[in-house]
C-alpha cells in the first residue's frame, strides 16, 4: 500500500511570486488535510477537503487555497508569497474526516 | 490553540521504557488523544490514539486517566530510532477534524 507522496520536496521562490504544492493521498482515503510548519513550531492546520469539497479551514489569509481533485490528491496554492511563507507543508490523508492521518514526508518551502 | 501541555524534553535510557506525560484537563467527552511523533524534517508519524480507555498497539501504550484529564504513552523498549518530537493532541471536533498540535515533547534516547 502506497503512502501519502508529495512534491516537490523543496521549493525556492521570491517574494510575491506564487506556488502550487501536490499531494498524492494513500489507497482508499478520501480526506486531505494540509499543514504547515514553521522551524522549530508544531504544524498549522490550513485546510481540509473531503470528497472534492472544503471541509475546514484553520486561520489562514484566502491567499492560501486548495484543490481536491477525483482521485483524491490534492493542491495547495499559495499566492502573493511573504517571507513567513518559507515552511515546511505537509499533507495528510485518512480514510474518512474522523480517521487518524497519515502525513506525507511534506515539501520545503523557501520564500526570498 | 493546543488543548494539551507536555514537558519540552525528556531524556531515556536505550532499552528502558520510555514515559511520556500530556496533560488535557480541558477535554471534552467526545474528544480523543492522539499522539504522533515526528523525527528530524519528516512528516509526523501517527503512533496510537484513545479515548478513554487504555490501547495498544505494535509500538506503544496509552494509558489514559480515568478522569481523562491526563495521560501517557509508553515507549516499552525504546531505541535510538525513537528519538523524536512526540506531539499529544486533542482532536478538536469543530468541523473539520483538525489536529491542533502544540510544542510537544523532544525525546532523546541515550546508548
Known amino acids: 500500500e502506497t503512502g501519502v507522496t508529495q512534491s516537490p520536496t523543496h521549493l525556492i521562490k521570491t517574494r510575491g511570486q506564487q506556488v502550487t504544492l501536490r499531494c498524492s493521498s494513500q489507497?482508499?482515503?478520501?480526506?486531505v488535510s494540509w499543514y504547515q510548519q514553521a522551524l522549530g513550531q508544531g504544524p498549522q492546520f490550513i485546510f481540509q477537503?473531503?470528497?472534492?469539497?472544503?471541509?475546514g479551514r484553520g486561520n489562514f489569509p484566502p491567499r492560501f487555497s486548495g484543490l481536491q481533485f477525483p482521485n483524491y490528491s490534492s493542491e495547495l496554492n499559495v499566492n502573493a508569497l511573504e517571507l513567513d511563507d518559507s515552511a515546511l507543508y505537509l499533507c495528510?490523508?485518512?480514510?474518512?474526516?474522523?480517521?487518524?492521518?497519515?502525513f506525507g514526508p511534506g515539501t520545503r518551502l523557501t520564500v526570498l | 490553540d493546543a488543548k494539551t501541555t507536555q514537558p519540552t524534553s525528556m531524556d531515556c535510557a536505550e532499552g528502558r521504557a520510555a514515559n511520556l506525560p500530556c496533560n488535557h484537563s480541558?477535554?471534552?467527552?467526545?474528544?480523543?488523544v492522539y499522539w504522533y511523533r515526528q523525527i528530524h524534517s519528516q512528516g509526523p508519524q501517527y503512533i496510537i490514539h484513545?479515548?478513554?480507555n487504555n490501547e495498544t498497539n505494535e509500538m506503544a501504550s496509552l494509558i489514559i486517566t480515568e478522569d481523562r484529564k491526563s495521560s501517557t504513552l509508553i515507549l516499552p523498549h525504546a531505541t535510538l530510532r525513537d528519538t523524536a518530537v512526540y506531539y499529544c493532541?486533542?482532536?478538536?471536533?469543530?468541523?473539520?477534524?483538525?489536529?491542533?498540535f502544540g510544542q510537544g515533547t523532544r525525546l532523546t534516547i541515550n546508548p
Open positions: 495528510a490523508s485518512s480514510r474518512n474526516t474522523d480517521n487518524e492521518q497519515f
Open positions: 489507497s482508499g482515503h478520501n480526506t
Open positions: 477537503y473531503y470528497r472534492e469539497e472544503e471541509n
Open positions: 480541558t477535554i471534552s467527552g467526545n474528544e480523543y
Open positions: 484513545g479515548l478513554k
Open positions: 493532541i486533542v482532536r478538536v471536533f469543530q468541523g473539520a477534524q483538525k489536529l491542533v
